[in-house]
């Protein structure tokens, strides 16, 4: 991240703090207020949601990141943060033309612009417009914000330090909470270089072509840069609900998406992390179509076997082998149990090995893995969180869809073939398997 001025960090905290005093304010005054007690929970969480909605972009991102990370934050705080939007007002026409002419030209920044510069998505970091090319082409085009990476720059700086204040309070000595704000406030300003999108769109759109029916938008290489990225506009994205789509149509539309994600996880390496259903389309010809590859995870080679072992042994039952898998990958904190988290998630993978596809849930199986280790003072690598993010959010888009699929089955032919793939590369590199794993 560039250097921030002291002056202008010094402003900003300032600004940070009135918001946060105002905020505390209502909320004293909303508890003194309430009528009926059983609303208490959703009171907390639509003050919870609002408070960082006001304090801007960079407090949108980082919460919405930490919503995934279960590992780190209670169950009902990530349930509040999941909620956060950041719809916001398209970027004004005045400022967007000039951002779109060096790379458009001035006759189709021209046509973008038209009637208002209608967005048909606005957040807080980059809108989404569509346009027709002089060959007569749709595309859609995400452009950055004005001004965005100097506004997160910011306020990626001063949660950096303040989480450097923090890691001296007693009960948070030993925690490694400079290391996670650091992940997460470079995975947040990593999402405005939109060249690095590109390139992972264009990778994503590569990977995919090998499924008959697994739609990626094509980017326009030559028409994109770091402020704009321009590709294929892919008519008839909306959302259907499962009785609008054949059952025979929607369950092979499922195992095509689910196979496109095991592709990504276990062979790849690259892996779009945020299908929830503003992503992830299922049509009613039997095609799937990913969009926004904003929030992509190259997965190293270790992590990928990692997470693959993990995966197989919790299919085969063998609780023992994924603890110390998970310990091999976490970091632990001043008051870890290693034995408790053995025995605790031997236990969990046992209850859940020999669970028919129906009644195998994901959802519950990873929060109670992630609750796990955060009791016993262990803290997860992102390496290999982020697979278990991508299949939970994908399993929360698709499990009504065909609630039958059986995840882990459908998984073994990606896995096996991913780790005899990295097991070949390295023996050509002359590592051991100490090395390989390590």
Known sequence: MPPVGALTLTRRVGTIAGVLAVRTADLGRRRLTRAVRRREKSEWQRWLTETITQLGPAFIKSAQLLSTRRDLVPR??????????????PIPPG????????????????????????ATASG???????????DGSRVAIKVRRPGIERTLATDLTILRRGARLLRRLPGLRGVPITEIVDQL???????????????????????????????VPRPYRELSGKDVIVME????????RPDEIEEEVREKAVLEALHGVYQMLFQDGLVHCDLHPGNLYFRQDGSVVLVDAGFTVRLTPQAQDKFAGFFLNMAKGNGLRC??????????????DTDGFRRELSALVDAHSGVCAGDFDLVSFATKLFDIQRRYGLYADPQFVFPILSLLVLEG?????????????????FLVHGTMERAVRAWQAGLTEEERLA
Do not use: K, W
């Open 76 to 89: 009902q705080v990530c349930e509040a943060l999941s909620g956060l939007y950041d719809d916001v007002r």
């Open 95 to 118: 400022e967007l033309v000039p951002l779109l002419e060096p790379l458009l030209g001035p006759a189709l920044a021209g046509i973008v612009a038209r009637d208002g510069g209608a």
């Open 124 to 134: 807080s970091v980059a809108c989404v417009y569509t346009a027709q090319l002089p």
């Open 185 to 215: 406030t470079e995975s947040i300003f990593r999402q405005l270089d939109l060249n690095a999108e590109c390139d992972h769109l264009d990778e994503l759109y590569r990977n995919m072509a090998r499924f008959e029916r697994v739609r």
């Open 233 to 240: 506009f892919i008519e008839g994205l909306q959302q259907r």
């Open 323 to 336: 603890a110390d898998i998970v310990l091999s990958t976490a970091t632990p904190g001043p008051a870890t």
């Open 397 to 413: 888009t698709i499990r009504d869809y065909a609630p039958d699929i059986d995840f882990q089955h459908e998984a073994m032919p």
